[in-house]
């Protein structure tokens, strides 16, 4: 079946610095990226949706400034944390539309410190 | 407003015992509906979807699930559960009109109890 590679499974980063978080579609072509944020027991809340080749649509709330969106290719989607802070911690999830559906990456664990 | 339900943020059942979980959705249209599972720091895995056809949806790892247009529901079923079925449950769903995106509930707690 339709894989999505997400990595790093987990990263720890300093206050102030910068982090980015890759998705790839490995077996199909991903036409549609999203990407969730979870918190600790709590449901997925959708951050922003790209499309390859154009900018991404961010949910309301969701600062498009702060969480940079790429989908430059139809198999690669980054999500990058800038100047990230404590309250960036948090358990992000990509996931990949494709004839399969949707499918999800395995999630990066990201805590700042 | 559209909204989708899980009723009971944690259920526990013995080994070998019924599990239902329940899902609810409120739209005048019926959307597309999914039943997801994450294990602990992990992604999401599909158990089953329901789109259009035979409202009785079988999914993997002997779960089903029924589509109540009456009662605007989705519930999750397996007849016997496992412990390894001890997880964090999610429905979702897709609106109608909302491109691709996925809405989830607030997801279900299964413990599995020997």
């Known amino acids: 079946g339709a894989v999505v590679s997400q990595h790093p499974s987990r990263v720890i980063c300093k206050s102030g610095t910068s982090v980015k978080i890759e998705c790839r579609s490995l077996?199909?072509?991903?036409?549609?990226m999203f990407w969730y944020r979870q918190f600790p027991k709590q449901s997925l809340m959708l951050m922003a949706t790209?499309?390859?080749?154009?900018?991404?649509?961010?949910e309301q709330g969701v600062e498009k400034d702060k969480f940079l969106i790429n989908h430059a290719s139809l198999t690669l989607s980054t999500l990058t944390v800038t100047s990230a802070h404590p309250e960036d911690s948090s358990f992000y999830i990509c996931?990949?539309?494709?004839?399969?559906?949707?499918?999800f990456g395995s999630g990066t664990r990201l805590t700042v410190v | 407003a559209q909204s989708v339900t899980q009723l009971g943020s944690h259920v526990s059942v013995s080994e070998g015992a019924l599990v239902l979980l329940r899902c609810n959705y409120s739209?005048?249209?019926?959307?597309?509906l999914f039943w997801y599972v994450q294990y602990p720091n992990q992604g999401l895995q599909l158990l089953l979807k329901?789109?259009?056809?035979?409202?009785l949806v079988k999914g993997i790892n002997g779960f089903e699930a029924e589509f109540k247009k009456s009662e605007t529901s989705f519930h999750l079923t397996k007849p016997s559960a496992h412990m390894s079925d001890a997880a964090e449950y999610f429905c979702?769903?897709?609106?109608?009109?909302?491109?691709?995106?996925?809405?989830f509930g607030t997801g279900t707690r299964l413990q599995v109890m020997l």
């Open positions: 996931s990949a539309t494709g004839l399969d559906g949707y499918t």
């Open positions: 077996d199909f072509q991903a036409t549609t």
């Open positions: 790209s499309n390859e080749g154009s900018k991404a649509t961010y």
């Open positions: 739209s005048s249209v019926p959307p597309y």
């Open positions: 329901y789109t259009t056809g035979a409202t």
């Open positions: 979702a769903v897709r609106w109608s009109g909302t491109a691709s995106k996925l809405t």
